[in-house]
């Protein structure tokens, strides 16, 4: 076995740090990672400080009276949470099975070369699914839902042709809702009378979520700078949306005649339309982030649990639907801790899917459209579209706090509250539950 220098082994943490924050894990569980690292190293604890900060990760290591600074920049900002969770995993077994720092560089570099689990054609494919259920979820029929699959088909496509030709991630963004909301137009010739459906949720696959996680489980955790710069990268991916939305409506001199009064804000559906609903929208939406495919069925089995709660809670509790987004958010953030003991997934991944659902898409389309249409409304008719944002931003904290408290209590306040804990103990109930909330 060959003996490594602090310096090659800073640089093998440093590259389980990198990888990470390119492909979207949060900075308390690039932390979480990085420690178990540098432990199978046997570089010591209270020697090891590691610092997150958005497009940089610093690294001190202190030998004595010798101290070790290293640094490592990153500029990709992707999601990929399948070489998160293999990642994850991989760092857990070096600390159980001590494993020596080369074999563990061997597996880390095998990981990295690992090609997507799922092809482009699945993925524009899932992207139809997606919309198309989206559609069906905000009271379309199934004409309108599948015209709409076919215009988000067709932006997909264009997006990843753009990123192909090394076009500009955002501009792609922008091209993909401009193509989108443009085939959205002739969705009014069609013999429906939900005609007006697929301009709200054709655009719907372009909608940040894992950033918008992130931004706001960072904050609430304390990584106030790096909330911050994945709240503002959303931002980009939002006005590159409405960018495109713009753009359409500027060659589609009609636009401005779209009725989205006749979109319903809140649709009945039956327990079969939910459950065929929850499977798709879960799963589809785990494509796009590269989801370990052993682990797709319980997203969507989470998936259908959260849209039948929000139900139940809606229509027969006749509770508002930011609550009723809170509390099922609540109960997934619970779900997916439970789950974790058994698939040792990120939490961020057993999360985002089964609540992608709840986006308000209607409240999105139509803040983004009071913008777009800004110079056609008189100051009361602008304000009372503004508050169609603010909803739609409760209904997003309702759903981010609500997914991201049980994690929070479990990796805090049950890991310093051992008077508390002790009682359980013997149980190992909250022990479990602490250990795999990191």
């Known amino acids: ?140 029929d199934l004409l309108a839902s599948f015209y709409t699959a076919i215009a988000a088909i067709m932006g997909k496509f264009f997006q990843l042709k753009s990123i192909k030709y090394g076009v500009n991630h955002f501009c792609a963004i922008a091209i993909a809702s401009f193509v989108a909301t ?74 401005e005649e779209i009725d989205l009064g006749k979109v319903s804000l809140l649709v009945d559906h039956s327990f079969v339309e939910l459950l065929f609903l929850g499977i798709i929208v879960s799963i589809s939406f785990s494509t796009f982030i590269n989801a370990p495919k052993k682990i797709l069925l319980l997203l969507g089995s989470l998936g259908v649990i959260a849209l039948i709660i929000k139900d139940l809670i809606i229509y027969h509790l006749v509770l508002s639907t930011e609550m009723a987004t809170f509390i099922s958010s609540l109960i997934i953030g619970i779900l997916a801790i439970i789950a974790k003991k058994y698939t040792y997934a990120p939490t961020l991944l057993l999360t985002v899917p089964p609540i992608i659902s709840f986006v308000p898409g209607v409240l999105i389309f139509r803040a983004l459209s009071s913008f777009v249409y800004i110079r056609y409304l008189n100051a009361e008719q602008f304000f009372y579209e503004m508050g169609f944002a603010i909803d739609a931003l409760q209904i997003i904290v309702a759903m981010t706090v609500g997914v991201t408290l049980p994690y929070l209590l479990a990796n805090k306040f049950l890991k310093k509250n051992h008077r508390f804990i002790r009682p359980f103990k013997k149980a190992g109930y909250f022990y479990k539950l602490r250990r ?3």
């Open 1 to 140: 076995m060959v003996n490594l220098s602090i310096t090659e082994k800073m640089e093998i943490v440093l590259s389980v740090g990198q990888i990470l924050a390119e492909n979207g894990a949060t900075a308390n569980k690039i932390i979480n990672n990085v420690k178990r690292v540098a432990v199978s190293m046997q570089i010591p604890k209270e020697n090891f400080n590691l610092k997150v900060m958005p497009e940089v990760l610093f690294l001190n290591v202190s030998c004595g009276e010798k101290s070790h600074l290293a640094f490592r920049n990153y500029e990709n900002h992707g999601v990929d949470m399948n070489i998160v969770n293999l990642i994850n995993t991989l760092t857990i077994k070096a600390v159980k099975k001590n494993y020596p720092p080369q074999k563990f560089n061997d597996i880390l570099n095998r990981i990295v070369s690992r090609n997507k689990l799922y092809s482009n054609t699945q993925i524009i494919f899932a992207t139809g699914l997606f919309c198309g259920a989206f559609c069906f979820l905000f009271g379309g």
């Open 182 to 255: 443009s085939l959205a137009y002739f969705a009014h010739f069609l013999p429906t009378e939900t005609m007006w459906t697929p301009f709200v949720a054709c655009s719907l696959f372009l909608i940040p979520g894992i950033p918008i996680m992130n931004a706001i489980t960072e904050s609430l955790d304390g990584f106030l700078l790096n909330g911050m710069t994945k709240a503002y990268h959303s931002t980009l991916i939002a006005i590159s949306i409405m960018v495109g939305i713009v753009l359409a409506a500027n060659i589609w001199e009609h636009l």
């Open 436 to 438: 795999f909330a990191k």
